[in-house]
């Protein structure tokens, strides 16, 4: 507000107050706040299964999504392990470039997966080896040398062992072998426990240690890219 005086010279005029009106608001805002920019729209999470009747799985544009198998993992150079894989797993384990499956399972292998297979060009090698935990005896020593004949085979590389979970028997399967890698029983205890986890049985980890590894000795290993000593 102004005080504003109505009157000349040096008399006394009258007064009277002026008021001045501030200015808007928005006019004030402008010069001194920017504007905000609209928050961008939260990514899109792509879905993470496909069509029923497709074996490969999409991310929704198109690209395949590649799945492991359960407890999938590299044990050495060409030498893979997991659980058992299911048509949801093809994409993935085509990527790998395999020659061949060894199964430890005494299930039939399911015809899709055959189809798989064949289609791929991978052989598969079925060791017929029923689930048990006690007494360790029953764990046949005779399947497990074969099989692992056939893990020695470069030439049957890239292969993947499996079983049903990936635990127990693909573990004493790769247990023999790091035996005959020279890797040291703490080791390959170890390294099965990490994949049974919970399920640990004492009677695998005497089969491991107590294998009669003499028909293998002269087994060459040329794939190895690592020994524990």
Partial sequence: MVIESLGGGGG??????????????????????????????????????GDDDSDAVNDGEGLELLIPPLNFSMVDNGIFRSGFPDDANFGFLKSLGLRSVISLC???????????????????????????????????EEKIRDALR???????????????????????????????????LSSVFDEYQRFAA????????????????SSLRQSPISFSCSRRH
């Fill in 106 to 140: 005494p299930e039939p292998f399911p015809e899709v997966s055959k189809k798989f297979l064949k289609d791929n060009k991978i052989e598969l090698f079925t060791f017929e080896i029923d689930s048990c935990k006690e007494p360790f005896v029953n764990i046949p």
């Fill in 198 to 213: 919970a399920k640990a049985r004492v009677s695998d980890q005497r089969f491991i240690e107590l294998f009669d590894l």
């Fill in 12 to 49: 006394e005029g009258e007064v009277r107050p002026v008021m001045i009106e501030p200015p808007p608001p928005s006019s004030m805002m402008s010069s001194s706040v920017p504007a905000v920019a609209p928050a961008p729209p939260p990514p899109r999470t792509p879905p993470l299964t």
């Fill in 150 to 184: 056939v893990v020695l085979d470069v030439t049957k590389h890239p292969v993947l062992i499996h079983c049903k979970r990936g635990k127990h028997r693909t573990g004493c399967l790769v247990g023999c072998l790091r035996r005959l890698q020279r890797w040291c």
